[in-house]
Antibody, heavy 124, light 108 residues
Framework: QVQLQESGPGLIKSSETLSLTCTVS????????WSWIRQSPGKGLEWIGC???????FYNPSLKSRVTIFRDTSTNRYSLRLNSVTAADTAVYYC??????????????????WGHGTLVTVSS | DIQMTQSPSSLSASLGDRVTITCRAS??????LNWYQQKPGKAPKVLIY???NLQGGVPSRFTGSGSGTEFTLTISTLQPEDFGTYFC??????????FGPGTKLDIK
């Protein structure tokens, strides 16, 4: 069973950059797909983006201009960076191992193993 | 973007009841529909992927069906541990992947 653990500041100020890291154990980030997802009362569950086993990334178009997902294979971690945050970015942030079914490489994704989640609050 | 809706938004049911939750997509998503259960303070847990495939360890009382734009999650005989919020998620389009707003299930 793959385990994931998010880490990073729980409180940041508006206009700053949100930075979170997901430490993966029990599996290699050079296998499978790895996502960031957030959840807030106002927006529900929102997929932020993912990084493939190859390092290829895909982002939610609504966040694409502000988001970067990158990885460090030597430490088996991947990270999220979200620029220019506002109060609307306040949410619980999850990292999740992502599986895919079917033949279409752009479809069939679901989130199999999740971290516990970390609350990030953006203050003004 | 593909929009997902769910109904009802909440429901209360008795132990042993048969419960059905509906999820609708704003366009045809084929069989690219997944279901999750979330307990308070916990991360979501995948129950079913690709409409009807039970993820490992999930009880067989959970079944999924549907295709195209309308899907259902059915719990055949409601158990105490089934309370929580249920979300559907479409995976037809990576641009972006999206979730339904959730259905909160309470046990009477």
């Amino acid at each position: 069973q793959v385990q994931l653990q998010e880490s990073g500041p729980g409180l940041i100020k508006s206009s700053e950059t949100l930075s979170l890291t997901c430490t993966v154990s029990g599996g290699s980030i050079t296998n499978s797909y790895w996502s960031w997802i957030r959840q807030s009362p106002g927006k529900g569950l929102e997929w932020i983006g993912c990084i493939y086993y190859s390092g290829l990334t895909f982002y939610n178009p609504s966040l694409k201009s502000r988001v970067t997902i990158f990885r460090d294979t030597s430490t088996n971690r991947y990270s999220l960076r979200l620029n220019s945050v506002t109060a609307a970015d306040t949410a619980v942030y999850y990292c999740a191992r992502t599986e895919r079914h079917g033949l279409n490489v752009f479809s069939g994704y679901f989130f199999d193993d999740w971290g516990h989640g970390t609350l990030v609050t953006v203050s003004s | 973007d593909i929009q997902m809706t769910q109904s009802p938004s909440s429901l209360s049911a008795s132990l042993g009841d048969r419960v059905t939750i509906t999820c609708r997509a704003s366009q045809d998503i084929g069989n690219y529909l997944n279901w999750y259960q979330q307990k308070p303070g916990k991360a979501p847990k995948v129950l079913i992927y690709a409409v009807s495939n039970l993820q490992g360890g999930v009880p067989s009382r959970f079944t999924g069906s549907g295709s195209g734009t309308e899907f259902t999650l059915t719990i055949s005989t409601l158990q105490p541990e089934d309370f929580g919020t249920y979300f559907c998620q479409q995976s037809s389009s990576l641009h972006p992947l999206s979730f339904g707003p959730g259905t909160k299930l309470d046990i009477k």
